[in-house]
Nanobody
Framework: QVQLVESGGGLVQPGGSLRLSCAAS????????MAWYRQAPGKQRDLVAR???????NYADFVNGRFTISRDNAKKTAYLQMNSLKPEDPAIYYC?????????????WGRGTPVTVSS
């Protein structure tokens, strides 16, 4: 079994910053792609950013240079530094990991951490 635990969400004023973390644990040979998605009420879940085990990162267009994804492979942890948060950024932010296990590669989701942007 694999667990993904997200943390770091909360309430922030417009223009503020938050840093999300996602820690993977359990039966893991290696963590391949780590990604952040978000889902606002009534909307679909959208990719925010993803990063490979080698450190190559990709971002959704709406990020526009405001967010940075990173990872610590030794800790099996991904981070999302979010700056210049806007009123349209509130959502549940979910971590997704593609993990190499004994029986192959599997995708896992965390339970999500809420981000609220309000003055």
């Amino acid at each position: 079994q694999v667990q993904l635990v997200e943390s770091g969400g909360g309430l922030v004023q417009p223009g503020g910053s938050l840093r999300l973390s996602c820690a993977a644990s359990g039966s893991i040979f290696s963590v391949e792609v780590m990604a952040w998605y978000r889902q606002a009420p009534g909307k679909q879940r959208d990719l925010v950013a993803r990063i490979t085990s080698g450190g190559t990162a990709n971002y959704a267009d709406f990020v526009n240079g405001r967010f940075t994804i990173s990872r610590d492979n030794a800790k099996k942890t991904a981070y999302l530094q979010m700056n210049s948060l806007k009123p349209e950024d509130p959502a549940i932010y979910y971590c997704y990991c593609n993990i190499h296990q004994r029986d192959g590669r599997h995708g896992y989701w965390g339970r999500g951490t809420p981000v609220t942007v309000s003055s």
